[in-house]
């Protein structure tokens, strides 16, 4: 079993940067793929960044070139930082593992971008 606990989230204004980070338990977490995904008010929730067990990355659209997913394997961590942040990135930001076709969801950790 894969617990992934994220932190990070906050209030900030639009143009701040945050950084949100991702832990992981268990030996597992250097084959894992990590992903960040995000919900806003009334929206379905969308991919935002994913990254490989060997660092291949990948974006949406909406965040290429503002955002950067990264992960440390002695650490067992995954962040993603963001930066030029708008009033439409405010959502729950999710921390996503996928190893072995199972999924790990992490509760989540809200980020508002006030205007």
């Known amino acids: 079993q894969v617990q992934l606990v994220e932190s990070g989230g906050g209030l900030v204004q639009a143009g701040g940067s945050l950084r949100l980070s991702c832990a992981a338990s268990g030996s597992i977490f250097s084959i894992m793929r990590m992903g960040w995904y995000r919900q806003a008010p009334g929206k379905q929730r969308e991919l935002v960044a994913t990254?490989?067990?060997?660092?291949?990355?990948n974006y949406a659209d909406s965040v290429k070139g503002r955002f950067a997913i990264s992960r440390d394997n002695g650490k067992n961590t995954v962040s993603l930082q963001m930066n030029s942040l708008k009033p439409e990135d405010t959502a729950v930001y999710y921390c996503?593992?996928?190893?072995?076709?199972?999924?790990?969801w992490g509760k989540g950790t809200l980020v508002t971008v006030s205007s």
């Open positions: 996503k593992g996928t190893v072995l076709s199972m999924d790990y």
């Open positions: 990254i490989t067990s060997g660092s291949n990355t």
